[in-house]
T-cell receptor, first 108, second 112 residues
Framework: GEDVEQSLFLSVREGDSSVINCTYT??????LYWYKQEPGAGLQLLTY?????DMKQDQRLTVLLNKKDKHLSLRIADTQTGDSAIYFC????????FGQGTELSVKP | NAGVMQNPRHLVRRRGQEARLRCSPM?????VYWYRQLPEEGLKFMVY????????ESGMPKERFSAEFPKEGPSILRIQQVVRGDSAAYFC??????????FGQGTRLTVV
């Protein structure tokens, strides 16, 4: 079935690293995505990873993929208050299937 | 290259009226997806279209909702005889074949 799961909340202090976790169900997904949504705004594509990769790094963002466990994570280094938002992971099965979103709160 | 354009950004309709939401995909994209987001909730898939074809409408309510993506012009999500429960943010995304999907800013529908 289609089910992407994320923890709902994460709170960190400014300057710390944040790790947002996601589990997905479809082992045939070719792409896995991370999107960011700020209040009242649309979804901004942050990064994505091909299913044949284990890791992808893009500036402060690191994506790790464990295909065996169907586990995806997003690490944000040196988290800033401007990173406060809701983060969605998504898998591609033709359409995009989204998790419920993780609300990241960054405290100064 | 403009991003995905949705209009209107805000739409207010009385119960029983029709709502038409428009989505112009990014240049070169032929795949469009519509999602609904209720307050404090995630995104629920509604429909996936390619030019002139509905690929997957498994998330569309059986009544009152329809979508199209004509050969020319934007994709339209149409809600007939709106009810208060239709109040939500409706997001559109577009992509090429098996490429990353980009979202518009959404249309916030309020039914009064």
């Amino acid at each position: 079935g289609e089910d992407v799961e994320q923890s709902l909340f994460l709170s960190v202090r400014e300057g710390d690293s944040s790790v947002i976790n996601c589990t997905y169900t479809d082992s045939s997904s070719t792409y896995l995505y991370w999107y960011k949504q700020e209040p009242g705004a649309g979804l901004q594509l942050l990064t994505y990873i091909f299913s044949n990769m284990d890791m992808k790094q893009d500036q402060r963002l690191t994506v790790l993929l464990n295909k065996k466990d169907k586990h995806l994570s997003l690490r944000i280094a040196d988290t800033q208050t401007g990173d406060s938002a809701i983060y969605f992971c998504a898998e591609r099965e033709g359409k995009l299937i989204f998790g419920q979103g993780t609300e990241l709160s960054v405290k100064p | 290259n403009a991003g995905v354009m949705q209009n209107p950004r805000h739409l207010v309709r009385r119960r029983g009226q029709e709502a038409r939401l428009r989505c112009s995909p990014m240049k070169g994209h032929s795949h469009v997806y519509w999602y609904r987001q209720l307050p404090e909730e995630g995104l629920k898939f509604m429909v996936y279209l390619q030019k002139e074809n509905i690929i997957d409408e498994s998330g569309m309510p059986k009544e009152r909702f329809s979508a199209e993506f004509p050969k020319e012009g934007p994709s339209i999500l149409r809600i007939q005889q709106v009810v208060r429960g239709d109040s939500a943010a409706y997001f559109c995304a577009s992509s090429g074949y098996d490429t990353e999907a980009f979202f518009g800013q959404g249309t916030r529908l309020t039914v009064v």
